[in-house]
């Protein structure tokens, strides 16, 4: 079970667009739509933005959305704001009904 | 409102044991999938395992097979993960956390209880 794929790290300046990939496998990603992203702040526990590729959860901002292609996941922060400096982690369901995470991507905004 | 919390990390040897606990309160604790979730400081999230709530049904990450066993007690509210065999590279952050109803993803986590494997 190797982690999924994403970018180290990702910047922006305030109100841009950013994009988190995350590439995984015809065993995981690519298998279900059932990738879902989280967001950590440093010393916290990680908050679900985004479930089932593209939903919100009630609360989250609509400046989150998440988008699949094949074997990648995308997240997109739109309007970046100075809160939304964190890292963000996606994960996905496999199909050997276990989950892997992916190698997280700290967001700056500059 | 919906509550997890972990207990039980401390320091242990290498080749050790040791025994977390999850403690959950406001919600139908047997209805949902309970969670171990790991993070070594500074590093990233790594999927532990996962348990039913029927008490009965668990997968678990290859790189914990056979050393780790999640286990729950629904009359206590209380998921465990028995953790045997410890190496050092098990030392991390231990988070439990919900699956969501029906749903495949994490809803609430826990804050955390941190384990150190070392000599």
């Known amino acids: 079970q190797s982690a999924l794929t994403q970018p180290a790290s990702v910047s922006g300046s305030p109100g841009q667009s950013i994009t988190i990939s995350c590439t995984g496998t015809s065993s995981d990603v690519g298998a279900y739509n059932y990738v879902s992203w989280y967001q950590q702040h440093p010393g916290k526990a990680p908050k679900v933005m985004i479930y089932d590729v593209s939903n919100r959860p009630s609360g989250v901002s609509n400046r989150f959305s998440g988008s699949k292609s094949g074997n990648t996941a995308s997240l997109t922060i739109s309007g970046l704001q100075a809160e939304d400096e964190a890292d963000y982690y996606c994960i996905s369901y496999t199909t050997s009904s276990t989950y892997v995470f992916g190698t997280g991507t700290k967001v700056t905004v500059l | 409102e919906v509550h997890l919390v972990e207990s039980g990390g401390d320091l242990v040897q290498p080749g050790g044991s040791l025994r977390l606990s999850c403690g959950a309160s406001?919600?139908?604790?047997?209805?949902?999938?309970v969670h171990w979730v790991r993070q070594t400081p500074g590093k990233g999230l790594v999927w532990v395992a996962r348990?039913?709530?029927?008490?009965?049904?668990?997968n678990y990450a290859d790189s914990v097979k056979g050393r780790f066993t999640v286990s729950r007690d629904n009359a206590k509210n209380t998921v465990y993960l028995q953790m045997n065999t410890l190496r050092d590279e098990d030392t991390a952050v231990y988070y439990c956390?919900?699956?969501?109803?029906?749903?495949?993803?994490?809803?609430?986590w826990g804050q955390g209880t941190l384990v150190t494997v070392s000599s």
């Open positions: 956390a919900r699956g969501a109803f029906h749903l495949y993803y994490l809803d609430y």
């Open positions: 406001g919600f139908t604790f047997s209805s949902y999938w």
């Open positions: 348990i039913k709530g029927d008490e009965r049904t668990m």
